[in-house]
């Protein structure tokens, strides 16, 4: 119950930073927040998928 909660807030931290790197991007025209973003959201996502790929092993454990 609570790792879960925890994983969620984890998940939506590392995509709020991704976005305020973009924000960062738009405001400054620097490059390297473009590239910080892109970094933290691609690895935002497979960490998302990650997660998600092992609920649905344990879903799937619990039913077999």
Same mark, same amino acid.
């Given at each position: 119950? =609570? /790792?879960?909660?925890?994983?969620?807030?984890?998940?939506?931290?590392?995509?709020? =930073?991704?976005?305020?790197?973009?924000?960062?991007?738009?405001?400054?025209?620097?490059?390297?927040?473009?590239?910080?973003?892109?970094?933290?959201?691609?690895?935002?996502?497979?960490?998302?998928?990650?997660?998600?790929?092992?609920?649905?092993?344990?879903? /799937?454990?619990?039913?077999?």
């Amino acid at each position: 119950g =609570s /790792m879960l909660i925890f994983r969620w807030i984890v998940l939506l931290l590392l995509l709020v =930073s991704g976005l305020l790197c973009f924000a960062m991007y738009i405001g400054t025209r620097d490059v390297r927040w473009r590239l910080r973003g892109i970094l933290i959201v691609k690895w935002t996502v497979i960490a998302a998928l990650g997660f998600f790929a092992v609920l649905l092993l344990e879903r /799937m454990a619990m039913v077999l």
